[in-house]
């Protein structure tokens, strides 16, 4: 039962990624709402590379370049959100994970 929630919220989100990527951020940001929405009824977690697609605070899908912005500054990645600003910053020494992300981000541009 849960895995089948999670399937539905993270395909939501695979269809946000693709409808921002096309310009349609109000809708992209609606289906990322909804998953949002569904794992917090459900009490189901969605997967930390997930969590990490989308703003925190507006839910919409970051994508380098069209709704995100990506930046290196010594060993420490800023990832800013362009329609609300918010900004993350990841230690890229910490954390390997991160780092191969920051690098994908990086190669994409
Ligand atoms: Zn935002």
Request: hydrophobic share 30%.
């Amino acid at each position: 039962m849960k895995g089948r929630i999670l399937r539905r919220a993270v395909k939501l989100i695979d269809d946000a990624l693709d409808l921002a990527r096309r310009g349609e951020i109000e809708l992209a940001r609606d289906y990322v709402t909804l998953a949002k929405e569904y794992c917090s009824k459900t009490r189901t977690k969605l997967p930390l590379n997930y969590k990490r697609k989308v703003c925190r605070k507006c839910n919409v899908p970051l994508i380098p370049g069209v709704t995100e912005r990506r930046r290196i500054r010594g060993k420490i990645l800023i990832r800013t959100c362009l329609l609300c600003g918010w900004t993350r910053r990841y230690d890229l020494r910490k954390n390997k994970g991160e780092n191969k992300e920051a690098k994908d981000g990086r190669n994409r541009r």
